[in-house]
């Protein structure tokens, strides 16, 4: 997306440094709309090319197995039911 409000004040300073100079404003505020557009067609085309990858589960990469679920059930169901 062409940012025109930048546009704008880089072609208002480019007047009052060149003392109103049509042809250094005009050509100079080209070049640098050119160079955005390039620079947003080469972050789309980077995008596309390297998608981001899928978001992670909150509790990590790995999964408990059914056995080691187990295995951890009867240790807190041992703990919560001792006496002391």
Request: with cysteine; net charge positive; hydrophobic share 50%.
């Amino acid at each position: 997306m062409l940012d025109y409000q930048f546009l704008g004040l880089v072609a208002v300073v480019l007047a009052i440094v060149t003392r109103g100079s049509p042809l250094p404003v005009v050509v100079v505020t080209v070049v640098i709309g050119v160079v955005m557009l390039a620079c947003n067609a080469a972050a789309k085309w980077h995008r596309r090319r390297h998608p981001k990858p899928p978001p992670r589960t909150r509790g990590g990469t790995s999964t408990a197995s059914a056995g080691e679920l187990k295995r951890w059930m009867t240790a807190v169901e041992r703990i919560l039911g001792s006496a002391d």
